[in-house]
Every structure is written in structure tokens, then in C-alpha cells.
């Protein structure tokens, strides 16, 4: 007995002594290319507040940690492989006096840290807790919401650092879902995948293309087009003009060896566009500042490739950085360097049946630091000193050239403008009333965060209008962009929609380097399925020819956004919301209802919901038409798999995963 006890106290003391040694290292979180973590609207500041200034709490200044605005989401793999997070909390001395936010540390679903609600000027207080054995680690701020939804105030990580084991660091947590294909290829024969319904005002050029799937060479044909117009039989491309007000039926064709495919268009001459939302590619979040004319041209080239513009996409729109000085015969915005054939560029687009868009600001200068539609200078000069200070000059100018702008963009054949600044209604109304003088229709889209106190307004003036911030490639901005617009419905139709902004899907830049989207594979079903049920703007943001055959898929299945750019134009609404399933139902113009069951885990409702933990399961549902106002049998179809279900009568039950959705055509029998 003793010889044992001998034996066994002096492995104790090596092991004791082994694990004590044991190497570490300190991660400053600032020191981490922390966007990469962040799952937050906007993303995180490192050794600064989300203002720009100095991390201080409670008059205390920190030279290192995280800055945070809104609700902020910070998500690590550790592995197993650390031992310490510590750091100081609070609100930042520069948000918002009014609002609260709260501070919480989980690991493995368990809450490690939780601070209580804390206001400015409160003292920080201070975090430290053990992480032995935790594979993922979430640090969540929450925030309370003013009366228009929105957290907007500063809170801050201070001195935030991780104790890692060794050489091990963390990691931003992988998006590895399994990329699974639902919608089958197209069949040989032709579809007309067009809008069913268009708009122009008399006298105005008119551009459409008959787009179709199906086996080439296709010929084009139309019958009953109003006077004015002509089609090319190759090409599909619709051009002309119509003086005479009113509603035309068109009937479409497309002919090909493997048989014909037919669909009636309605043409209504009068004062409405866009009356289906408008569907394309927006350059920021493929190229932001580094946009110019080559990736354009290359853009509608890849979107015509790979036969994205065959479903229906159209507009390819430049962002910002592209304006140069005034000049041209209008005195309006002429194009930089970076675009030497401006104008033979939009001719080019336009011969592939696709359309072009621009972006400009009522502000002296633009976010990117380019020259807006007003200025201090009575010839509406931007010099570099401007420039070099652009934060400076967001602001309507003494001299306004909404006017010039808006005839330049028409003689170069513009059809999009987004018009990006703090939306306020008098600049607004400038530029819509001179593109409505311009003698073109230019699709006017508002951007962003239009307040909804003034949303009557914004469907009176313009197109499409931001109902939030600029999104980003994770669930929290997803949800927070679109599950949560329920009460723009009634503002949303033909020829004004509710825009969420762009598609976060494939590779795409929104703050960091060129990465693919964080949403997992079934969130970006449930992406493209909510923006079409909403009747939202459906704009891509990644470089088109790096798409993957499992986005190109997502964005190709003519049934999902036949229920995007269905001609009744009635946005879904939200009918349920209850065990973590929110049902969202939409009218369609042939009396049948779209139905989307998203699962969204009850998201937002604990600290452990706004993490990806890597195992959460699938949910089975029963689906009782009763909540959508339903009765009788009716016959659904899956329109994800473009497959009928079958006839069921009051409840379906299926079974949906985690942050996905099952989409379904409801028509009854």
C-alpha cells in the first residue's frame, strides 16, 4: 500500500506541474482582423469607437479594444484551445445617453458573463472568465430600439484579449454547410421567363427583352405590340417608342427546334415604371471603390454567359466612384478615368438586352469621396481638397444640379439611378422631378434607411427606398434587413417597392477583403425566398463570374422569382410568428398564395440564439392553413424542387432546417 501511494503523488505533481507550464499566448482581440468575426450592422472599430474616437468609458480612456455600434455579434473557434477571455465593458462616453446596452460572454450555448444593462457614464466593469474545453465563443452586445427599430449608440470591449494555448488563435467560425442543389436544370424546350407585365411613360424610349430558358438558337416573336414598336427576331430586344397612352396585350414568343413557349405581356403606356421590382447586379459589394468600366463590361458579359440574364436579370448598376468633374453640354457629372467610354459602354449593355444603372447624392460628395448633385461652387466644381475631406461636405450644397444630372444620364441612356444620403423628402423630390423631365425613364431608387414616419412620400416620388442600414453577409443583418419590415407592406407595389438592399450571396466585400457570404446554405434559401416573397429589388453583389454552381442555382429558378416579379405586386406579410417558425404569405395575381415556413430559431429572443453553434437540428412543423385565412383542399406545390406535393386539406406538415425554409405554392382545388 505504501510503495503504491509513493508511486501515485509524485505523477501527481508532474502532471500538476506539466499543465502548469504549459505555454500560452495573449490574443489582443484589436490585434485580430476582428471584421472577419463580426456578424454585426455596421462591423467593429479595433483601439477606436465605432465614431472614430477614443474607447472611453465612463470619462476612463482605453488605448486598446473593440468598438461596437448597434447590436454587436463577435463569433470565435477556439477549439478547445484557450483558457482566458478578459475584458472591460460599457457603454462608450460618446453614444447614446438615452439607450441601454448589455454585454454577454457565451460559450457552448452556456452564458459565462452577463454585465445587466449599462448607459453612458456607468462604470466599466470588468470581465474575466475561464474558457478550458469551449470549441466556439460568442461575445454579444445587445441594445434597446428607438421608435423607428433602430439601436444606434456606442459600446465598447475593452482591453479584450484571449489566453490561447500555445501558438493556437482563434478563428472566425467556418461556413461549412453542405451547398445542396433543389431546382432542376431547365428543360430543352423554350420558357419565356419575362415579367408579365411593363411600364413606360408615352413618348419615352422603351427597352425590353424577351428572355427565355431552353435549347439555342431561339427565335423571337411578338403579336399585338403597340404601334411604335419593333422587335428583333435574334435578340428578343424590344425597342420603339408609344405615344399613345393606355394598356396593351401582347402575346410573346419563343421558337426553337425542341418545341415553342408562349406568355402574354401587358404593356401599360402611361405614369408608372417599374411596375415588377427591379432585378440585376449592383457593383459595391463586388468591387466598392475599385470599380471601373472593364469589370462593368465584364459583369454584363458573365451575366449573359452564364445565363443569369435567361431568368430575367437586367440591370447592371455602378455604385459609387465613378463620377469625375461636371462638364458635357448639361454641365452634369461626367465619369473619371476609370471609365473612358462611358457612353459606349451603356450602348455595348444595352445591345445584350440589359440595362444600366448609376449612383449620385444630393450632397456636395458622395460616401466614396466623389463629387454629388450640389456644391459651394456656382459651376459645381469638386477639387481635391474636398475630396480629402469628404466627411466634411455631406451636406446639400448652395448650388443644385439635379437637373443637368439628370438630362446627362438620359442622353447617355441611363435606366437606374440610386440616390444614396440621410434621406430627407425636399432633395428627394428634386431629383424625381427632374428625371421625370429628362425624357427617359430612369428607375429612381432611394438609399438609405428611409424613415418610415415619411413612407407615403417615398412611394409617391420614387421607385424603390432602403427600409434599413446597409446590409451584411450575416443572419443578424439578413433578419434585421428583412424579417423585420412587415410594417412596409402596405407601402410596397407597382412601381414602389421596399428595398433590404442587395443580395448577400457568393463572394462579396462588405467591410473586409473579397470572401464567400457568411450565410450558410440554408440561410441563403431563406434569403432569396423572403426577398421574393416581399416583392423586393433583387440586386446580386458578388463578382458574377465567380459565381459557384450552388449560387447560380439559387439565383435560376424561374419559379421563385416569378413570385418576386409576380404583376399583382402585393408584398407578402408576415401571418405568423410562434415556436420559432415565422410564416410569411403573399397573393398572387391568378389567386394562388405563396407561402414561405422560415425557421428562424426564435432569433434574438436569448444571447445563445444570434450564434452559430454547429449542431442545431431541424424543426418538424405542421403548417395549419387556418393562419393564412385558408380553407378547403388546395394543391401545393414545392417550388424550391419545382415539384407538385400533392392535395392537402387544412395542415402539411414538413420538417424545416435550422435558419432555412420550405417555399410552397398554395393553389386551391
Known amino acids: 500500500m505504501y510503495k503504491s501511494i509513493r508511486f501515485v503523488i509524485p505523477l ?26 463580426s456578424q454585426g450592422i455596421p462591423s467593429v472599430s479595433a483601439k477606436k469607437n465605432q465614431g472614430g474616437d477614443s474607447i472611453r468609458i465612463a470619462g476612463k480612456k ?5 468598438g461596437v455600434q448597434s447590436v454587436g455579434v463577435l463569433s470565435f473557434l477556439l477549439n478547445g484551445k484557450a483558457e482566458q477571455f478578459s475584458a472591460m465593458v460599457g457603454a462608450d462616453d460618446k453614444g447614446n445617453t438615452s439607450m441601454h446596452v448589455q454585454f454577454f460572454v457565451v460559450g457552448d450555448k452556456k452564458i459565462l458573463f452577463e454585465s445587466g444593462p449599462m448607459k453612458v457614464g456607468d462604470l466599466p466593469k470588468k470581465v474575466n472568465v475561464r474558457l478550458a474545453g469551449i470549441q466556439r465563443l460568442g461575445l454579444l452586445v445587445t441594445v434597446n430600439l428607438d421608435d423607428e427599430g433602430y439601436g444606434r449608440t456606442y459600446s465598447n470591449w475593452a482591453d479584450a484579449k484571449l489566453v490561447m494555448q500555445g501558438e493556437n488563435m482563434p478563428q472566425p467560425i467556418p461556413n461549412d454547410g453542405e ?13 419565356i421567363n419575362s415579367a408579365g407585365i411593363f411600364g413606360v411613360t408615352p413618348g419615352n424610349p422603351f427597352l425590353f427583352t424577351i428572355v427565355a430558358t431552353g435549347e439555342r438558337p431561339i427565335t423571337f416573336s411578338a403579336k399585338n405590340l403597340p404601334g411604335g414598336l419593333s422587335l428583333d427576331t435574334k435578340t428578343g430586344i424590344i425597342t420603339g417608342k408609344v405615344a399613345k397612352m393606355g394598356s396593351y396585350l401582347a402575346t410573346l414568343v419563343a421558337k426553337s427546334a425542341s418545341g415553342v413557349g408562349t406568355k402574354s405581356l401587358k404593356i401599360v403606356v402611361g405614369d408608372t415604371v417599374a411596375l415588377t421590382p427591379p432585378i440585376g447586379w449592383n457593383g459595391w459589394n463586388s468591387w466598392a471603390r475599385n470599380i471601373d468600366g472593364e469589370k462593368v463590361l465584364a459583369s454584363a458579359n458573365a451575366m449573359v454567359m452564364m445565363g443569369l440574364n435567361n431568368h430575367g436579370w437586367t440591370y447592371i448598376n455602378i455604385d459609387d466612384a465613378w463620377e469625375g468633374q461636371r462638364g458635357g453640354k448639361f454641365n452634369g457629372i461626367q ?21 444600366l444603372g448609376v449612383y449620385s447624392t444630393p450632397w456636395i460628395s458622395t460616401y466614396a ?7 459651394d461652387f456656382e459651376k459645381g466644381e469638386y477639387p481635391d481638397s474636398i475630396k480629402a475631406n469628404k466627411r466634411a461636405y455631406r451636406y446639400v450644397g448652395k448650388f443644385r444640379f439635379e437637373k443637368e444630372d439628370a438630362l446627362q444620364m438620359a442622353e447617355w441612356g441611363v435606366d437606374y439611378l440610386k440616390y444614396d444620403w440621410r434621406i430627407d423628402l425636399v432633395s428627394a423630390e428634386r431629383m424625381s422631378e427632374a428625371l421625370k423631365k429628362s425624357g427617359r425613364d430612369i428607375l429612381y431608387s432611394l438609399s438609405n434607411s428611409a424613415p418610415f414616419a415619411q413612407a407615403k412620400d417615398w412611394a409617391r416620388i420614387s421607385n424603390a427606398w432602403r427600409t434599413g442600414p446597409d446590409i451584411r453577409d450575416s443572419w443578424l443583418s439578413l433578419y434585421t434587413s428583412a424579417f423585420t419590415i412587415d410594417k412596409w407592406a402596405p407601402y410596397g407595389g407597382p412601381g414602389h417597392w421596399n428595398d433590404p438592399d442587395m443580395l448577400i450571396l457568393g463572394n462579396v466585400t462588405t467591410g473586409t477583403d473579397l470572401h464567400p457570404t457568411r450565410l450558410t446554405p440554408d440561410e441563403q434559401y431563406s434569403h432569396v425566398s423572403l426577398f421574393s416573397l416581399l416583392a423586393a429589388p433583387l440586386l446580386i453583389g458578388c463578382p458574377i463570374e465567380q459565381l459557384d454552381a450552388f449560387t447560380l442555382n439559387l439565383l435560376t429558378n424561374d419559379e421563385v ?10 408584398p407578402a406579410r408576415l401571418v405568423a410568428d410562434e415556436n420559432g417558425v415565422q410564416i ?7 389567386g394562388s398564395v405563396a407561402v414561405g415556413l422560415f425557421y428562424t430559431a426564435d432569433f434574438g ?12 437540428p431541424s424543426k418538424k412543423y405542421s403548417f395549419d392553413f387556418a393562419k393564412v385565412g385558408l380553407k378547403g383542399k388546395y394543391q401545393l406545390r414545392d417550388l424550391w424542387r419545382q415539384k407538385d406535393l400533392g392535395a392537402f386539406v387544412g395542415l402539411f406538415e414538413t420538417e424545416i432546417r435550422h435558419h432555412g425554409v420550405v417555399m410552397i405554392r398554395m393553389k386551391k382545388i
Open 179 to 191: 451547398k445542396y442543389i433543389l431546382t432542376p436544370a431547365p428543360a430543352k424546350s423554350p420558357k
Open 62 to 66: 482605453f488605448d486598446r479594444g473593440v
Open 584 to 590: 410569411w404569405a403573399k397573393t398572387l395575381e391568378d
Open 369 to 375: 469621396g466623389y463629387a454629388g448633385a450640389s456644391s
Open 335 to 355: 465619369p473619371n478615368e476609370k471609365f473612358p467610354k462611358f457612353k459606349e459602354m451603356i450602348d455595348d449593355i444595352h445591345a445584350m438586352g440589359l440595362k
Open 605 to 616: 429572443k436569448t444571447p445563445q440564439s444570434y450564434f452559430h453553434w454547429g449542431n442545431e
Open 12 to 37: 501527481i505533481l508532474l502532471l500538476s506541474f506539466g499543465a502548469c507550464t504549459q505555454k500560452t499566448t495573449k490574443i489582443w482581440l484589436d490585434d485580430l482582423k476582428i471584421q472577419t468575426f
Open 561 to 570: 422569382i416569378a413570385v418576386n416579379q409576380d404583376p399583382l405586386g402585393k
